[in-house]
């Protein structure tokens, strides 16, 4: 008998999980020349694209800009509405950061209800006011500091960060080829490594423990987004059931090394 309710009690545990494709790295048509995709783009279809690749989670992720969070937000409400088919959308940015040699690309994601706040302090903390700079400059803005200390004001604030394209080539530099790969993976503030090509997760796996190793799409078009993905099981569909699924309990846990 007890064996039984032991057999249960597992069975609803795990009934509450659902396991979800999720694609957190990709921009929409905010900097035209940035965009690779048709420039008409609209958020709409950006929507129906995620969810036409079996996504169930997209963060909107442009380079130092939310601005366009919102759009996708509406068209994601307005398609599940009509159709009842929920896409769950994760605001956020891509913040590149240099640092003696090298640079970094960071995903910081936010919660939805407070995203525009973060995003805002963020800024603010390494001295850059968003709102003066021009569209077409997004990609280009760049925070010098150290990637850990840029991570780290991105937990503090309640997001999540993880390490953008870690293993892609710019000419002869790759991040996961530098110590700053080890320091910035071991700093604790970073949820996961994302990678471009699966062959490299045997190395990043040994080299940041702990840390969950991602694939994203990077998209810079409709037809890219989920071009690359992470199945990950949530225990519900929203930022926390995400940073739970990445093995970020709170705040602390994830500042705590
Ligand atoms: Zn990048
Ligand atoms: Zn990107």
Do not use: K
């Amino acid at each position: 008998m007890l064996v039984c309710c032991i057999a249960i009690s597992i069975a609803l545990e795990v009934s509450w999980l659902t396991s979800t494709q999720l694609d957190l790295h990709s921009h929409s048509p905010l900097v035209p020349a940035d965009y690779r995709g048709p420039q008409e783009t609209t958020a709409r279809q950006i929507v129906e694209s995620a969810l036409e690749a079996g996504l169930g989670l997209l963060a909107v992720t442009d380079h130092f800009s939310v601005d366009f969070v919102p759009h996708i937000e509406a068209a994601a409400r307005r398609h599940a509405a009509e159709s009842g088919v929920e896409l769950l959308v994760v605001p956020g940015a891509e913040i590149r950061v240099a640092w003696g040699e090298d640079e970094v690309h960071l995903i910081a994601l936010f919660p939805p209800e407070s995203y525009r706040e973060c995003f805002d302090e963020l800024a603010r903390t390494f001295g850059i006011d968003h709102t003066a700079l021009l569209v077409e400059d997004l990609p280009r803005v760049t925070l010098r500091a150290h990637p850990s200390v840029v991570a780290r004001r991105i937990v503090e604030l309640g997001g999540l960060c993880h390490i953008a394209h870690a293993d892609r080539v710019f000419g002869s530099y790759r991040l996961l080829d530098r110590p700053l790969f080890d320091r910035l993976a071991g700093s604790g503030a970073v949820a996961a490594v994302e990678l471009v090509d699966p062959a490299n997760r045997g190395e990043a796996a040994r080299r940041a423990p702990g840390v969950s190793i991602i694939a994203s799409s990077d998209a810079h078009s409709p037809s890219e987004i989920g071009r690359r993905r992470t199945t990950l099981l949530l225990d519900e569909p929203s930022f926390a059931g995400l940073a739970r699924a990445l093995g970020v309990v709170d705040e602390e846990s994830a500042l705590a090394v």
